[in-house]
Structures are given as C-alpha cells and as structure tokens.
C-alpha cells in the first residue's frame, strides 16, 4: 500500500482545519499556485521551508506535513532533496547519540524471511524496468525489514538473513547512483559489502564492489573505479572450466566495471584486454542460469553485454562510425538487464549525431522515451545529446526536438 503524499497529508489537515486554498495561501505567504500543485499532485515536493510556512499557519508540526516524494525524485522535481530521501537516509545512516545509533523498532509482528524476499524481488524488478517512484518508495521498508530479520536471525538463517540484507543495500546503492545521490549511495555500498561479508557471500561481496565502482565512475575517480574492479577480478578469478555461473558472471561484471573506467582514463588498450577476458566468461556461461536468490543484474552479464560495453568504449574514444558499425551487431539476447540496453541505444544515437545524423539519433531517443520515459529523464547522457542536436541543426527547433527537450528535462 503506498504511502500518502505531501500534498495529501496538506489537503487532509487544510480541510479538518476548514479554511481553503486562497486562506491557507494568504496566512502562510505561499502562492495558491503552488498549494494547489502539492494536492493535486502534479508536484510532490517543495522547501522545507515553504512546508514550515505551511505547518505554521495550520498549527501542526511540519513533520505532519511530510509524505512520499518518491514521485518527486524520480519526475527529477527540483525541490525533492533532500525531503524524497528522508526516510532511505534514516535507515543507511541513523542519528547516533552517546548510547549509540537510534534504531525504530518496526510494529506489529516479525516480517518472515520469505516477506522480504518477496519485497526485495518486487523492488528490484521495478527498478530494473526504470520504475524509479516505486523503487524508492519501497526501499526504506525494505531495508528495515532486511536489517531486522538479519538482526534477530539465528543458526542456520543467520547466512542467508545478511545476504538479503546485503543484496537490499547493493541495490539501494544502485538506486541512489541512478538518483545522484552519491554519498548516501556509497553508505549503501559499504554497509552492502559488511553484511556479505557476514554472510560469508564471496559472490555478493563481488558484486557488491562492482556497484562501488561504477559509483566511483559516476564520480570521475576513474583510477579507483578501475583499480578496485580490477582488484577484486583478480581475487575471485575463477577457474572457467569448473566455475558455477553466478561466479563467472560476476567475475565478468567486474572485468567490465574496469572496461568502462580505463576506456575513460584514455587507455583504449587496457580497456579492450579486460572486454576479451569478459567475452570469455561470457562464452562459457552461455545460457546457463545464474541459480535462485540472486538479483537482476547478476543474470544480465551475457555475451550481448560484452558487445555493448565495446560499442561504449568506442563511444568514449569518439569513433562514431565504429559505434554504428559495431552496434549492427548487438541485438538484446534473453536475459539483457532493460537498463543495460537502454545505455547502449544512447551511444547509438550519439554516434548519429556525431555524423549529422539527426532524424536518426532523435528517432532512438524517442524509441527511449516511449519505453523508459522515467529512465530516461535520468541520464545526464541523453540531455547532453539533445543539446548537441539543438546547438548543431542549422534550422529552428522542430516540434520534435522540442518534446524531446522536455522528456529529458532540459531546455533545447
């Protein structure tokens, strides 16, 4: 059941206290417009100070006032921080006093092991089909449920409670990257990588790093990125011959984690031998399922993925005509992570910009806005390309290209 919003916590009190819009709005100093906008819904965040404006002349506390802004964070509202992330940063980093951190203790009776796997599948499918609202709306829950069931598991559930935990906060901190909240993103990662290692998960451990490095990615801290991915490929390297598969698709994740970070650093070598190594990891999964319990993600390394991320280094090295000869080839096998797909189609309409393609690079980005509008209002990848097509076409801004502007919040 979802959680109720800002603007309907402020209808519900505004009415109990029987005085409308234009009375609220002239006792607080806040224009009926942006009253009316928060109860209607079509915004879900303001300031805090505009909402302590608002509780002040409704003689509530302004935390009365605070609901759900996941929307708000995934429409990219500019007023949703820090407010959308209160609840997520309550659990990944709580107020510590002198007896220690504090910790709420959930109501009502224990949440059973399978509840919250049941709840980390749930999240983790809909942040793998960009539903970032719904993603992060469940997240808190999610991560207090899987603490607390880690908490008070004994022998033999103790192992199998921290992994849960530990794929919950990987997968927080993935969500929180996506978000551009990157230092409550790398809380995440590093409380990610202390419950595997309780769990005595070499595999999520692992996997855990890779999120730490495309984090350190996002953060252009290229030499770290490379250096732990790489780092830790070489710790977990497996013997390809009698490796389970969740082991070499993770072992490949890492291999192209380092990929992406030396391709950046300009070492289009060192990038290359990292993507055989992963092609070969790839070849010898081939279609085998990674197992039960693992995330998304893990049974998204595919030999597909390997061609996309080389389509990427091309990208990166600026051989637009390589990107679109290569990309020919790349098809979406069974399996692909939709995101992963998604990222490679944004280099593809690069590389038609980039050769003055622009009815073809605009027909992707719509193709993308169509299937992953959320998604795609969150790439910073995918602004900057609808600026280089504004900036390069020669004539007035079409219809199109207007709407693509708008679709990825930027002004053409």
């Not at 079509?42 to 802004?69: K, N």
């Not at 230092?183 to 451990?205: F, M, N, R, S």
């Amino acid at each position: 059941m979802s959680q109720p919003t800002t603007g309907q916590h402020l209808a519900r009190i505004r009415r109990q206290a029987g005085i409308t819009q234009e009375q609220l709005a002239e006792q607080a100093s806040v224009s009926v417009e942006t009253i009316r906008k928060l109860e209607q819904g079509t915004r879900q965040s303001a300031r805090l100070e505009t909402l302590h404006a608002l509780a002040r002349a409704l003689s509530v506390p302004t935390t009365a006032l605070l609901g759900d802004s996941s929307e708000a964070a995934a429409r990219r509202e500019p007023d949703h921080r820090p407010l959308s992330l209160a609840d997520i940063r309550r659990t990944l980093t709580p107020a510590r006093g002198l007896a220690g951190p504090l910790v709420t203790t959930p109501d009502g009776p224990p949440t059973t092991m399978d509840a919250v796997r049941r709840r980390l599948s749930d999240v983790d499918a809909a942040y793998h089909r960009g539903d970032y609202a719904a993603a992060l709306a469940a997240m808190p829950r999610l991560l207090d449920d899987a603490q607390h069931t880690a908490a008070d598991a004994g022998e033999p559930m103790r192992a199998h409670a921290y992994a849960t935990l530990a794929q919950a906060r990987y997968l927080a901190g993935e969500l929180l990257t996506q978000l551009r909240a990157g230092d409550l993103a790398y809380a995440a990662v590093v409380a990610a990588l202390d419950a595997a290692e309780t769990a005595g998960d070499q595999v999520l451990g692992a996997l855990t790093v890779k999120g730490s490095s495309w984090l350190l990615l996002r953060q252009g801290r290229l030499a770290e990125a490379e250096q732990v991915a790489v780092v830790t490929a070489d710790a977990i390297e497996p013997r390809v011959r009698r490796a389970e598969p969740a082991e070499l698709a993770v072992w490949g994740w890492l291999l192209l984690a380092g990929a992406a970070a030396a391709a950046r650093d300009n070492r289009p070598d060192d990038a290359a031998a990292l993507l055989d190594s992963a092609a070969a990891a790839a070849a010898r999964l081939a279609d085998r399922p990674v197992g039960d319990g693992h995330l998304t993600i893990l049974g998204g390394f595919r030999s597909a993925r390997v061609e996309m991320m080389r389509v990427e280094v091309a990208a990166v090295a600026g051989d637009a005509g390589r990107v679109l000869q290569m990309a020919d080839r790349v098809a979406p096998a069974e399996g692909t992570v939709a995101t992963s797909w998604q990222r490679h189609r944004l280099d593809v309409a690069w590389a038609h910009t980039e050769r003055s393609q622009y009815g073809d690079a605009a027909g992707v980005l719509m193709e993308l806005r169509d299937r992953a509008p959320v998604w795609l209002r969150h790439q910073r990848y995918a602004r900057d390309i609808v600026q280089l097509i504004a900036e390069r076409r020669r004539r007035a801004m079409s219809a199109e290209l207007a709407e693509l502007a708008s679709a990825v919040g930027c002004t053409a």
